[in-house]
């Protein structure tokens, strides 16, 4: 008998809480795309910004308590016996001094905390597949090369899909970015 339960909550909380070593054989992970908007969950199927929803969570990230405390905690595995930790945390720190304290490094010291407790739970033969949009697929493409192994790379999954035409003289952004990478 498998356990099917639902758990509502910061992710990282249940991971961290409720979650055992190597659990899953498949995670599908579609994260907040930092698109500075709140997201909602409606109560009732077709209702437009009706007082039948609750706030699911906002895709606004921004560097604060939250973030340096995260950052803390990555810095803090540099002293960790395994060398993949001690990776992430140095990555980190020197992606912090490139790109800054903004709302960009808040994104990703957040997913990494994340990608690395995915990582526990993942079974050796697991597969975990990373959804993101080309604002920050180029970080964390290093983060997963870095956490998963460059080696345990399978591949980059573009999906692509239309939109309607627009009258810019640019060109438009028209695709996401899956990456599947392995375990072992």
Same mark, same amino acid.
């Given at each position: !008998?498998?356990?099917?339960?639902?758990?509502?909550?910061?992710?990282?909380?249940?991971?961290?809480? $409720?979650?055992?070593?190597?659990?899953? #054989?498949?995670?599908?992970?579609?994260?907040?795309?930092?698109?500075?908007?709140?997201?909602?969950?409606?109560?009732?199927? @077709?209702?437009?910004?009706?007082? /039948?929803?609750?706030?699911?969570?906002?895709?606004?990230?921004?560097?604060?308590?939250?973030?340096?405390?995260?950052?803390?905690?990555?810095?803090? =595995?540099?002293?960790? *016996?395994?060398? =993949?930790?001690?990776?992430?945390? *140095?990555?980190?720190?020197? +992606? *912090?001094?490139?790109?800054?304290?903004?709302?960009?490094? /808040?994104? +990703?010291? !957040?997913?990494?905390?994340?990608? &690395?407790?995915?990582?526990?739970?993942?079974?050796?033969? @697991?597969?975990? %597949?990373?959804?993101?949009?080309?604002?920050?697929?180029? %970080?964390? *493409?290093? &983060? !997963? #090369?870095? &956490?998963?192994?460059? !080696?345990?790379?399978?591949?980059?999954?573009?999906?692509?899909?239309?939109?309607?035409?627009?009258? /810019?003289?640019?060109?438009?952004?028209?695709? #996401?970015?899956?990456?599947?990478?392995? $375990?072992?």
């Amino acid at each position: !008998m498998q356990n099917r339960t639902l758990y509502f909550g910061d992710n990282l909380e249940v991971l961290r809480e $409720k979650i055992p070593d190597e659990s899953f #054989d498949l995670i599908y992970l579609d994260p907040p795309f930092n698109s500075k908007r709140p997201y909602n969950v409606l109560y009732q199927e @077709g209702l437009r910004d009706s007082q /039948a929803q609750i706030r699911a969570f906002e895709d606004t990230w921004s560097w604060g308590e939250e973030a340096q405390h995260a950052f803390e905690q990555l810095i803090g =595995i540099r002293n960790s *016996k395994t060398e =993949i930790n001690q990776n992430v945390s *140095k990555l980190i720190e020197s +992606l *912090k001094h490139i790109v800054g304290d903004n709302d960009v490094m /808040a994104y +990703l010291v !957040m997913m990494t905390v994340r990608l &690395i407790e995915l990582k526990r739970v993942l079974k050796d033969t @697991g597969s975990i %597949y990373l959804h993101c949009d080309p604002t920050a697929s180029h %970080y964390l *493409k290093i &983060i !997963m #090369d870095v &956490i998963f192994g460059k !080696m345990n790379f399978r591949n980059e999954i573009i999906w692509h899909y239309r939109r309607w035409r627009a009258a /810019a003289n640019t060109f438009q952004r028209m695709h #996401d970015v899956i990456f599947w990478y392995t $375990k072992s």
